[in-house]
């Protein structure tokens, strides 16, 4: 704060002279304090939200993953795999989720009532169950049910504590690559045709998880 000393001067000009002479001196002496420079400091953040970005490969030009089951084999199974690459610059990472684009899990087609109905938990190959279909990211050995658009976090956020990823990735990264097989075991019975659903894959930044579930907006 800056004193302003001819101001002061001649508002106690009107008081006796003692009163003026100890003003004065005071007054010859404040202006090496009132020099000194009023500085602040203010501490600068830049916010870098986080980015995703995914893509898919395997797929053919109409994006279906066909799955082939031969059931002259005996096998009455059917694989196909599709990649699903993800990029962010979290750097927590992602997690990645697997669902249907609807609430209904089956693999259906038109006219036809029997359906290949989603896994009803984790199932070994060794124990698929018939008639039933989910996706591995184990290169098969283990399956698991692709669920309804319900468990899809992007699509309806109150799940993201509860609902189960495919995978969690935990730092940044480019382009990181997941082997997703899809398969499907029938009975000798269902009638011939495409059966088919669509699966949804999602990937979320883990920093915006954590947020969701911590309640922040």
Known sequence: MRLDRGKFLWVFSFFSAALLSVFVGYSVLAPAESANADTATAVLTANVHPIISLSTEGTDEDGALPIEIDRASGANMGTGKVTVK?????????????????????LSQDGITDRIKA???????ANFPENSWGYSVDGGANYKPVQAD??????????????????????ATTNNETEVTIGAKVKSVLPSGVYSNTVVFTAIPNT??????AGID
């Open 119 to 125: 896994l009803e938990g984790e199932t070994k190959k």
């Open 150 to 171: 319900a468990y899809n976090p992007d699509v309806n956020p109150d799940v993201i504590e509860t609902a189960e990823p495919a995978k969690t990735y935990g730092s």
């Open 208 to 213: 915006d998880i954590a947020w969701a579930i």
């Open 86 to 106: 993800v990029s962010t610059n979290d750097p927590d990472g992602y997690s990645l989720y697997i669902t249907t684009d609807k609430a209904d899990t089956t």
